[in-house]
């Protein structure tokens, strides 16, 4: 099979030999003149093909390459891959255009169930679990917690001061006998906050503008009904053309106000959770492992894998789907300059403590949410790869004097706090590593961010955008301001034409289907290391992989809506769709 990532040295006389066989060496370890100066040859020659640009200011650095073709053949797909990706597209928008529907531009549904008309064979369980549930409250909830942007729910104490919600507004959604008051303090009240989203420019398309909104939603978990919507306000500031909608008011109006929840749902989530906060990060270690770490390197070993393709569907993604005249240009109302802008806000908030699970779930408040099916599956996770990576660590690494004394080390966290993650003040990785803890964490980042968090926000995406009233990627009408004048024809000219829902299935279909040439998480098919200690913590790795498999699939058994998408045996190594 042919290598998907560099892994040979230089031997004598400038032959390049591939090195799968072979002990990984830190620096140290190769102590004659000839493989130090193979050494350094290699990581020049590196430097020389795999260089950093700035795609834009205030986002990650990523590899200057202007289109895949650009990208050196170690790290560009195989046959298959690229044949596989680019043949799948064709396919989806052949399905929908056999239909004559992806050309209806600025025609609108006439109803709802409308929309089924091209639900036709690219269609999923839980996509049309969707189509059945989407308006329900408790559904609405449930996907806060596990549908494909878990990360935004946070606990509420106190009532943000630009959400002025009373205690009578929702007494009526509450449990008997309790207050909005009593809850706040009880740590019942969650929120969802789309502030982030405040002031991003919208998009033109084929002369029409779209519209954004930056809505406030305050959740309850009940406790009978689990979590569930009590008010929605469409913007960030209070006001009466801002009303505060609750589940009380006329039908169409709170249902408006939940779709439009989802609208800044599916630009976070593919933008930010999706996008910066998996695909762009990873890109920053794929670029300084490929810089500054010789293949010999263990390091350089243990990532590979975790780095497979990752470059080029970026550069894929850069020039035909978030370019200038790209797909998101085409029917996402955050397309052309909001897209740039929302992940520029994002950026600047972006914290390493929130790329490392229990951090992030501590700073939310989210720890005793019940039913939060992606919160333990990626703490199990977490703990298997922390696990592994440990074991990996401690095979090279016997003191922190020898991560402090690894200077090509030093050179590559040098690379990924100063060029990857530039201009970024509030990161909070140092520059330096100072011990093996420090290097473990950082390495279960990487790995736990291409593999694990990438699939909790991926493998959903055409599961819940498929039934696109309920993740919109557009809506070409402004927020409601008026909470009786709501009527369904509004609703569906506000909605995605038809040409706009095709585009947004068939994409979502392309990128969250499983992928035919798949290498689960913890399948290493290229042997880097041979030594056979190194291939017993991968046995161990495998095999906790193995148990929490089975025991996702136990507790699945028999639920309504089964949460799969961090099956091991479903999540990817590396980020390659
Ligand atoms: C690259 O042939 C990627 O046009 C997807 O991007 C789709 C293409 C190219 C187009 C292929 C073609 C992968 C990397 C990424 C990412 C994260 C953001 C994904 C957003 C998906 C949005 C769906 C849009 C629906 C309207």
């Known amino acids: 099979t042919a290598l998907t990532f560099p892994c040979y040295r230089w031997l004598i006389g400038n032959v390049k030999v591939e090195l799968r066989e072979g002990t990984a060496m830190r620096l140290s370890d190769d102590t004659s003149t000839q493989l130090l100066a193979h050494r350094k040859a290699e990581l020049q020659e590196r430097q020389a093909v795999y260089r950093w640009v700035a795609w834009a200011p205030g986002i990650p650095k990523c590899i200057d390459a202007k289109t895949e073709a650009d990208l050196h053949q170690d790290v560009r797909f195989d046959n298959e891959k690229r044949s596989d990706f680019e043949g799948s597209l064709q396919y989806a928008l052949l399905e929908l255009s056999l239909k004559k529907l992806a050309i209806m531009f600025g025609k609108s549904w006439d109803n709802l169930d409308d929309f089924k008309r091209c639900f036709w064979k690219l269609r999923s369980p839980i996509s049309e679990y969707c189509m059945e549930h989407w308006k329900e409250d408790s559904f609405f909830g449930y996907q806060c917690l596990n549908g494909s942007n878990p990360r935004m729910i946070q606990c509420c104490k106190k009532l943000p001061g630009n959400f002025p919600v009373s205690g ?53 978990e009940h406790p009978d009904q689990g979590l569930i919507p009590i008010a929605i306000q469409l913007g960030q500031t209070p006001g009466l053309d801002t009303p505060i909608f609750l589940p ?47 293949a010999v390197h263990p390091v350089y070993k243990l990532l590979a894998p975790h780095l497979r393709y990752t470059l080029e569907i970026n550069c894929r993604g850069r020039t035909q789907l978030l370019s200038a005249d790209g797909i998101f240009k085409r029917v996402v109302s955050t397309g052309g300059e909001g897209l740039l802008i929302l992940a520029q806000n994002e950026y600047k908030v972006l914290t390493y403590r929130s790329l490392q699970p229990y951090q992030d779930f501590q700073q939310r408040g989210a720890s005793k949410l019940r039913n ?36 090509e080390l030093q050179a590559w966290i040098k690379d990924i ?116 200690q190194a291939q017993e913590v991968i046995d161990k790795f495998k095999q906790e992989l193995k148990e929490i498999e089975e025991h996702i699939l136990t507790q699945n058994e028999g639920l309504e809506l089964p949460y799969l998408f961090l099956l091991p045996s479903r999540i990817e190594n590396s980020i390659t769709i």
């Open 168 to 220: 009578d507004m929702v007494q009526g959604s509450l449990a008997p006998r309790t207050t909005l008051e009593k809850e706040l303090k009880a740590g019942n009240i969650y929120l969802v906050d789309y502030a982030i989203m405040d002031g991003v420019p919208t998009n033109v398309i084929r002369g029409k503008p779209q519209y954004i909104a930056a809505p406030l939603c305050l959740l309850y």
């Open 248 to 294: 009380k008011n006329p039908p169409l109006a709170w249902l408006l106000a939940k779709i439009w929840v989802r609208h800044s749902e599916f630009q976070v989530f593919q933008l930010l959770s999706h996008l910066l906060r998996t695909h762009l990060v990873v890109e920053v270690f794929c670029v300084s492992t490929l810089r500054q770490l010789p």
């Open 417 to 532: 706090a100063e060029e990857g993650f530039v201009d970024v003040p509030r990161f909070g990785l140092a520059r330096e590593l100072h011990n093996k803890t420090e290097l473990i964490t950082l390495l279960s980042v990487a790995i736990f961010t291409s593999s694990v968090q990438h699939a909790a926000t991926n493998n959903g995406q055409f599961d819940w955008c498929a039934w696109v009233p309920n993740t919109p990627c557009t809506m070409r009408h402004p927020p409601p301001t008026d909470k009786d004048a709501v009527t369904m024809e509004m609703i569906m000219d506000t909605l995605p034409d038809v040409s706009q829902t095709c585009l947004e299935m068939a994409i979502t279909w392309h990128l969250g289907r499983p992928q035919p040439d798949a290498i689960p998480l913890g399948q290493y098919r290229e042997q880097y290391f041979t030594e056979s």
């Open 372 to 407: 939060y099916f992606y919160r333990e599956y990626s703490l199990m996770l977490w703990d298997a790869i922390h696990s592994f990576v440990s074991g990996m660590v401690s095979l090279y690494y016997h003191y922190d004097s020898d991560v402090v004394e690894d200077t």
